[in-house]
T-cell receptor
Framework: DQQVKQNSPSLSVQEGRISILNCDYT??????FLWYKKYPAEGPTFLIS?????DKNEDGRFTVFLNKSAKHLSLHIVPSQPGDSAVYFC????????????FGKGTLLTVNP | NAGVTQTPKFQVLKTGQSMTLQCAQD?????MSWYRQDPGMGLRLIHY???????DQGEVPNGYNVSRSTTEDFPLRLLSAAPSQTSVYFC???????????FGPGTRLTVT
C-alpha cells in the first residue's frame, strides 16, 4: 500500500522552461511534505518543504504547491537548468512523527541544454 | 562539520555473513534513521532512533538490528545476510524540532 505516489518515473524538459513534478498521497494524517533531490552515488539532499497549513512555499527557482483536498502536491522549477537533472523524491510525515519520512518512488528529471 | 558519514561505501557479502554498517553525525541531532533504497522504489525506513538508548522499528526491520549508545553513532547490523538485502543503505539525522532529515552518502551492499 503506497501512501506517497509519484506516478511519473521520468520527465524531460528543455533548459529555461518550467519543470513540474507531481506527487499524490493517500494518508490524511500526513501534515508535512518535503522534496529531496538525489544525484547518482550520493545521498538525497533536502530541497524544499511545506506544512499542511500552507498552500504554497517558494525558495528561489523552486516552488511547492499543496492541494489538501485533492491530496496532491507539485514542485515547480523555473527556469530549469541542466544541473537540475536528478531524481526528485516526494516525502511526507505525520504530525508528531518527524523522525519518520514516507517516500515516493521518485521522478528522474532530465533538463536538456 | 562533516555532517552524516557512512562507512563503508561499498561492501560485498556472502549469504549468511554478518556485518555492521557504520553511521555517525556531528550535528548533535536527536533523531537518526536508516533507510534502504531498491531499484524503482523509494527509500524505505528500516529502524530509527529518537535519542540515545531509544530505538524502534520502521517499515522493513526484519534481518536488521540497531542500537544507539551515543548521540553521534547509529550502527546497523545485518545478522545473517541474504540476497534480498542487496540494496543501497542511507543513514539520516534530524533535530527534534524540524521535519528535515540530512542524509549520508550511502553504502552499496551486495549479498551473493
Amino acid at each position: 500500500d503506497q501512501q506517497v505516489k509519484q506516478n511519473s518515473p521520468s520527465l524531460s524538459v528543455q533548459e529555461g522552461r518550467i519543470s513540474i513534478l507531481n506527487c499524490d498521497y493517500t494518508n490524511s494524517m500526513f501534515d508535512y511534505f518535503l522534496w529531496y533531490k538525489k544525484y547518482p552515488a550520493e545521498g538525497p539532499t533536502f530541497l524544499i518543504s511545506i506544512s499542511s497549513i500552507k498552500d504554497k512555499n517558494e525558495d528561489g527557482r523552486f516552488t511547492v504547491f499543496l492541494n489538501k483536498s485533492a491530496k496532491h502536491l507539485s514542485l515547480h522549477i523555473v527556469p530549469s537548468q541542466p544541473g537540475d537533472s536528478a531524481v526528485y523524491f516526494c516525502a511526507a510525515s505525520e504530525s508528531g512523527s518527524n523522525y519518520k519520512l514516507t517516500f515516493g518512488k521518485g521522478t528522474l528529471l532530465t533538463v536538456n541544454p | 562539520n562533516a555532517g552524516v558519514t557512512q562507512t563503508p561505501k561499498f561492501q560485498v557479502l556472502k549469504t549468511g555473513q554478518s556485518m555492521t554498517l557504520q553511521c555517525a553525525q556531528d550535528m548533535n541531532h536527536e533523531y537518526m534513521s536508516w533507510y534502504r533504497q531498491d531499484p524503482g522504489m523509494g527509500l524505505r525506513l528500516i529502524h530509527y532512533s529518537v535519542g540515545a538508548g531509544i530505538t524502534d522499528q520502521g517499515e522493513v526491520p526484519n534481518g536488521y538490528n540497531v542500537s544507539r549508545s551515543t548521540t553521534e553513532d547509529f550502527p546497523l547490523r545485518l545478522l545473517s545476510a541474504a540476497p534480498s538485502q542487496t540494496s543501497v543503505y542511507f543513514c539520516a539525522s534530524g533535530t527534534g524540532t524540524t521535519y528535515e532529515q540530512y542524509f549520508g552518502p550511502g553504502t552499496r551492499l551486495t549479498v551473493t
